[in-house]
């Protein structure tokens, strides 16, 4: 390989990362299930979470 080649393969790989980080991402955030039950709480009153006994 020669070392033309080898440094527009060095860059063309670098620009296919920074292009990736700039993408929009196809997964939402992860939300932990402690934070979606206060989630629900919150949107529903009603519908409280008891851990009294």
């Given at each position: ?18 292009s990736?980080k700039?993408?929009?991402?196809s997964?939402?955030k992860y939300?932990?299930?402690a934070d ?18």
């Amino acid at each position: 390989m020669n070392r033309r080649k080898k440094i527009n393969q060095l860059l063309k790989a670098n620009a296919k990362k920074a292009s990736a980080k700039l993408a929009p991402k196809s997964k939402d955030k992860y939300i932990s299930k402690a934070d979606r039950l206060k989630m629900a709480a919150e949107a529903d009153p009603d519908l409280t979470v008891s851990t009294e006994q």
